[in-house]
């Protein structure tokens, strides 16, 4: 797949994370359409976290719009850990 200008990033994120999967799929009205197994990817989360959970597509959509991905919670960990630090002192 041609990635373009993004490519450098998925090849950063898929040694983290393993290949990306296909970014579209097939859509029943639009032609292509974004692929959950991507954004789950993307958020760096392991294969069938969302998607494996026999949902429908809305609420897979649902439950990766409103996740804490790990990043996420990691960066935030860190900068609590890192106030938390400069008020002991």
Known sequence: M???KY???IAIWEALN???PEPVEPGAKTGLRL???FVE????LR???????????RAIFR???NTV???QATAALQLLEARREVVRR
């Open 2 to 4: 041609d990635w373009g």
């Open 7 to 9: 490519a450098t990033a």
């Open 18 to 20: 393993g290949p990306a």
């Open 35 to 37: 692929a959950p197994r």
């Open 41 to 44: 990817w993307m958020q760096g």
């Open 47 to 57: 294969p069938g976290w969302a998607t494996g959970l026999g949902m429908s597509r």
């Open 63 to 65: 439950l990766l719009g």
């Open 69 to 71: 991905v790990p990043q």
